[in-house]
C-alpha cells in the first residue's frame, strides 16, 4: 500500500470513528430505556453540500437517510451564513427528510475559517413527544397530528452552550416523560459536539484543503466501488411487488407496493411507480425512510465490505412517487413507516431474486413494534421489538428471529434483566417456535414467542405486519408460520390482538404475548437433506409432527432423536 493510499485508509476509520464515538456518547448519556439498554442511537458526518461523509457503525440506513434528506431542509430554513459556531439545530418533520415525531434529529456545524463546511449529526427516538399513546406509537392515527409534537428545523442550543429555553418548554409541554426527554435531548447535544470535536482535528491535521480532498477522494472511492459491483450483476429489468396486511382502519383492504428494478451501465434504477397511493392511516411513509429501504435493498446484494455514503448513493437512483405509501405529503401518518418500506425492501429482494437466482431469498418475518405503558401517571414505558424468522436462502437456512431489519441499532431488544428493574412486568419466557419456518430444501427461519406479565395495570400498543398474509416461500418453499399478539387472561384463557391496536388496557396479572412471525422456505421441501431435518428434530426446530407433515419424515423412522412432544408448544390459534 502507498504512502497515499495508507493515508486516505486512515482518514476513512478516522471519519468513521468520530461518528462511532458519537453515537456511543449518545447512548451513555441517554435516559430512555430503549436507547439505554438498546444501544438504539445514530450518528453521522455531513458536509454543507448535504453529502453523507460517513456513519457510525450502528447507525441504521433509516437514521443515516433521514440525517442526509433533512440537512438541506435544515439550510434552507437556517442560511449557513447566519450560524454561530456552538450552535445546535433540531427538527423531526416527516415530510422534511425526517422520520416521525419522536424521532429527533440534531445538527452542530463546523466551521472552517467563518464558513459551516461540514455538520455532525445524532438521532434517536426519545421517549415521548406525545400523540395517541405512549412512545412514540399510534397504530390507528388517521393523520399526522396524532402522532404528536412535530418540529421544524430551529436553533436548539444557542452559541454560548445554552437550550433554548421556548424550546425546551415545548418539548416538556408536549411529553409524557418531560425529564427522560430533555436527558435524552441532552445527550444528542453532546454526541453532536464530541464528534465536531474530532472533526476540528482532523481539520487541523489535513489541513482545510487536505480534509475536502480526502473525503471527495473517499466518496469518488465508495462510488467506483458500488458501479464496479452493481456491473457483475445482469442487465435487464425486474418487476415485483409486496402486499401490506391491512391498513389498520379497514382491516379487509389489502395495499401494493410496487418496483421495477432495471440493472445496467453501472447503475441500479428502481421505480417505485405503481405502488398504491398514501392513506389516512399509518402506513405511509416519509421520502427518507423509503429511499433507506431501496438502497439497502440493493446493498444485500453488493459487496459487504463496499463503505455507506455518498458515493454509494450516486449509483443507485430511486423514483418515489409523491402522495404514495411511500413518499406521503402532509396530513398523511408517517408513524407506521416499517409497514410500508419493508414491503419496499421486500419488492426489491424479490425483484433481485429474480435477477440474480444464485443470491435468491425467501421472503421473511419482520420486525413486530409494541410498547407498554402506564395507565396514568407517574408514566413508565417499554418501547420494543421483537424479530421475525428470515427467510431461507440459496444453499442456507434462513436465521432465526433476527428479522431483515436496517432500522434499528446494535441491540434493539434490550436486556431482560433492566427492563423488569424500570417497569412492573415479568419476562416470563424467550424462545423460538418449532415449525415456525417455512419447509423447504432450505427452511425459513424460526420465529420467537416472548410471554409479559404484567404486575400492574397498563396499556399495550402494537403494529404488527406479516400476521395475515404469511412471507411467501421461493421455487416450491412454503410460506412461514404466521405470529400474533395475544392477551392471556388470568383464567388462562388466551384471545388474539389485532395487528394494529392502540392502548389496549390489560390488568395486573394478565399477560401479553408477542409470537413473531417465520421466515419463507426456498425449494421442495421434499428436497431438504435428511440429515438437516434430524439435526432441527434434535435441536427442537422441527417437531416430530412438522417433520412428518412437512418433510415425510415420522419418528418411528428416527433413532438416536428425542425431540419435545409437540404438546409442550403451545400456539394461540
Known amino acids: 500500500m502507498t504512502a497515499d493510499a495508507l493515508t486516505a485508509e486512515v482518514l476513512r476509520n478516522a471519519l468513521v470513528v468520530a461518528a462511532e464515538e458519537a453515537s456511543i456518547v449518545v447512548v451513555r448519556s441517554a435516559y430512555s430505556t430503549f436507547i439505554v439498554e438498546g444501544s438504539d442511537a445514530s450518528a453521522a458526518i455531513l458536509d454543507a453540500r448535504g453529502r453523507l461523509i460517513a456513519h457510525s457503525m450502528a447507525t441504521t440506513l433509516m437514521n443515516s437517510m433521514a440525517l442526509k434528506v433533512a440537512l438541506p431542509e435544515l439550510l434552507k430554513d437556517v442560511p449557513p451564513r447566519t450560524m454561530r459556531p456552538g450552535e445546535v439545530y433540531v427538527l423531526n418533520d416527516a415530510y422534511r427528510g425526517g422520520v416521525h415525531t419522536n424521532d429527533l434529529l440534531v445538527y452542530r456545524p463546523v466551521f472552517v475559517g467563518d464558513d459551516p463546511a461540514y455538520f455532525t449529526a445524532t438521532m434517536i427516538h426519545v421517549s415521548d413527544l406525545g400523540g395517541l399513546s405512549a412512545g412514540g406509537m399510534a397504530p390507528l392515527a388517521t393523520d399526522i397530528f396524532l402522532e404528536g409534537l412535530q418540529l421544524p ?3 436548539l442550543v444557542t452559541a454560548e452552550g445554552v437550550v433554548e429555553p421556548a424550546i425546551e418548554a415545548i418539548l416538556r409541554a408536549n411529553s409524557r416523560t418531560p425529564d427522560k426527554v430533555m436527558g ?7 454526541g453532536t459536539k464530541v464528534a465536531a470535536a474530532r472533526l476540528e482535528s482532523l481539520i487541523s491535521e489535513y489541513g482545510e484543503h487536505g480534509l475536502a480532498e480526502g473525503v471527495d477522494a473517499y466518496l469518488d472511492h465508495t462510488e467506483a466501488r458500488t458501479r464496479a459491483a452493481l456491473a457483475e450483476l445482469p442487465e435487464g429489468r425486474f418487476e415485483a411487488s409486496y402486499p401490506i396486511d391491512d391498513d389498520g382502519i379497514d382491516p379487509d383492504r389489502r395495499h401494493h407496493v410496487r418496483v421495477a428494478v432495471t440493472l445496467g451501465g453501472r447503475t441500479a434504477a428502481l421505480d417505485f411507480a405503481g405502488t398504491d397511493p398514501q392513506v389516512p392511516a399509518a402506513i405511509n411513509a416519509s421520502a427518507s425512510q423509503s429511499l433507506a429501504a431501496a438502497v439497502f435493498a440493493v446493498r444485500c446484494f453488493l459487496d459487504p465490505a463496499i463503505p455507506m455514503n455518498d458515493g454509494c448513493l450516486r449509483a443507485i437512483e430511486v423514483h418515489l412517487p409523491e402522495g404514495s405509501l411511500l413518499n406521503a405529503r402532509s396530513p398523511h401518518p408517517c408513524g407506521g413507516r416499517f409497514v410500508p418500506i419493508y414491503a419496499a425492501m421486500e419488492a426489491v429482494f424479490q425483484a433481485l431474486s429474480d435477477a440474480v437466482p444464485e443470491r435468491a431469498i425467501a421472503a421473511s418475518g419482520i420486525l413486530q413494534p409494541f410498547s407498554i405503558a402506564a395507565v396514568g401517571a407517574p408514566y413508565w414505558i417499554h418501547l420494543s421489538y421483537d424479530f421475525g424468522g428470515v427467510g431461507a436462502r440459496r444453499g442456507l437456512d434462513g436465521p432465526d428471529a433476527t428479522g431483515v431489519h436496517f432500522g434499528v441499532g446494535r441491540n434493539s431488544v434490550p436486556q431482560v434483566e433492566p427492563v423488569e428493574s424500570r417497569c412492573p412486568l415479568i419476562v416470563e419466557s424467550i424462545e423460538t417456535i418449532p415449525d415456525s419456518g417455512g419447509p423447504g ?29 404469511a412471507p411467501p416461500g421461493r421455487e416450491g418453499g412454503l410460506p412461514g408460520r404466521l405470529g400474533g399478539f395475544y392477551r392471556r387472561r388470568v383464567d388462562g384463557t388466551v384471545e388474539r390482538l389485532a395487528s394494529k391496536v392502540n392502548n389496549v388496557r390489560f390488568a395486573a396479572g394478565e399477560a401479553f404475548i408477542v409470537e413473531t412471525t417465520g421466515g419463507g422456505g426456498l425449494g421442495p421441501p421434499s428436497e431438504r437433506d435428511r440429515e438437516a431435518i434430524l439435526a432441527d428434530l434434535d435441536a427442537g426446530r422441527v417437531s416430530a409432527r412438522g417433520a412428518a407433515e412437512d418433510y415425510g419424515v415420522s419418528l418411528e423412522s428416527v433413532s438416536g432423536v428425542s425431540p419435545l412432544p409437540t404438546a409442550y408448544f403451545p400456539h394461540f390459534e
Open 184 to 190: 435524552d435531548v441532552r445527550a444528542l447535544v453532546a
Open 153 to 155: 428545523p430551529v436553533r
Open 441 to 469: 430444501r432450505y427452511r425459513g427461519g424460526l420465529g420467537s414467542r416472548t410471554v409479559y406479565r404484567f404486575l400492574a395495570d397498563c396499556h399495550v400498543t402494537t403494529r404488527g405486519d406479516r400476521l395475515r398474509l
